[in-house]
Nanobody, 116 residues
Framework: QVQLVESGGGLVEAGGSLRLSCTAS????????VKWFRQAPGKERESVAS???????SYGDSVKGRFTISRDNAKNTVYLQMNSLKPEDTAMYYC??????????WGQGTQVTVSS
């Protein structure tokens, strides 16, 4: 079993920054790819960014150049640095990982609200 806990959300003005954290339990976290998703009310869930076990990253088009995903395996944590935030970034943000032969694990989410 893997437990993921997100933190770092909050209310910020447009143009501001936040750093989200996704902290995992489990001794082999370094072997897992982790992905951040977001979902705003009435909208479909959107993939934001992902990071592989080797550190390779990818981003959704709407956040490229503004968001940065990184990981600190010593702390079992994946970060999502969000800069130049826009009101349209307002959503619940979730992290997810996949463990071979077991399945997907999701965190409970952290709310990000960007005021205009």
């Amino acid at each position: 079993q893997v437990q993921l806990v997100e933190s770092g959300g909050g209310l910020v003005e447009a143009g501001g920054s936040l750093r989200l954290s996704c902290t995992a339990s489990g001794p082999t976290f370094k072997d897992y790819a982790v992905k951040w998703f977001r979902q705003a009310p009435g909208k479909e869930r959107e993939s934001v960014a992902s990071i592989d076990s080797d550190g390779a990253t990818s981003y959704g088009d709407s956040v490229k150049g503004r968001f940065t995903i990184s990981r600190d395996n010593a702390k079992n944590t994946v970060y999502l640095q969000m800069n130049s935030l826009k009101p349209e970034d307002t959503a619940m943000y979730y992290c997810r990982t996949f463990v071979i032969n077991i399945g997907y694990f999701w965190g409970q989410g952290t709310q990000v609200t960007v005021s205009s």
